[in-house]
């Protein structure tokens, strides 16, 4: 079975950092492009950005509210994918997915269970 | 980046109604749409890719149509379990994009 786990949410004041791990099992995740997805509290989604798959040098894309601030990467086998968080703001709390695409491009069909931050004094 | 604006925003139908929910996109995106079903505390469940191609082991009443910038989908009897909130996303450029949602509700 196909599993992506994440983990490392929590409380972080404003300007404060955290990393976020996501472990995939069940794949080869090199072989696949990775993307964090995240949900503020009773909000839609939002794509955060991606880590491409090693064919393509695990290069990576941002989105604009979170680029500069946030920073995705893999281990050296490129079977965990992190997302750094920095200068974190109260507008960055939300549920943060990582999610993958097996069988079709860019249709996300895997999903971890989501990790929870939460940015507050 | 491409505008996906999604309605209802929400909506109630009784059980066996037929649902429908519409998306358009800010640009042609051709086909390069999917669809979400996401239950409360729950990551998002692919059912729709390439705006008309149902998942393996999703239900049949579950159905997408369109291409270009507008793009429907339909829950042809609705049932208890699909209640839930209701996204497309698009996937012609990046950053990838989302509607805001369709939550639907039993009557």
């Known amino acids: 079975e196909v599993q992506l786990v994440e983990s490392g949410g929590g409380l972080v004041q404003p300007g404060g950092s955290l990393r976020l791990s996501c472990a995939a099992s069940?794949?080869?995740?090199?072989?696949?492009?990775m993307d964090w997805v995240r949900q503020a509290p009773g909000k839609g989604l939002e794509w955060v950005g991606r880590s491409r798959n090693r064919p393509n040098s695990y290069t990576t894309e941002y989105a604009a509210s979170v680029n500069g601030r946030f920073t995705i990467s893999r281990d050296d086998s490129g079977n965990s994918l992190y997302l750094q968080l920095d200068s974190l703001k109260t507008e960055d709390t939300a549920v943060y997915y990582c999610a993958l695409s097996r069988s079709h491009f860019d249709a996300f069909d895997i999903w971890g269970q989501g990790t929870m931050v939460t940015v507050s004094s | 980046d491409i505008q996906m604006t999604q309605s209802p925003s929400s909506l109630s139908a009784s059980v066996g109604d037929r649902v429908t929910i519409t998306c358009q996109a800010s640009q042609d995106i051709s086909n390069f749409l999917n669809w979400y079903q996401q239950k409360p505390g729950k990551a998002p469940k692919l059912l729709i890719y390439?705006?008309?191609n149902l998942e393996t082991g999703v239900p049949s009443r579950f159905r997408g149509s369109g291409s270009g910038a507008d793009f429907t989908f339909t829950i042809s009897s609705l049932q208890p379990e699909d209640i839930a909130t209701y996204y497309c996303q698009q996937f012609q450029n990046l950053p990838l994009t989302f509607g805001g949602g369709t939550k639907v509700e039993i009557k």
């Open positions: 390439d705006a008309t």
């Open positions: 069940g794949i080869i995740p090199s072989d696949y492009y």
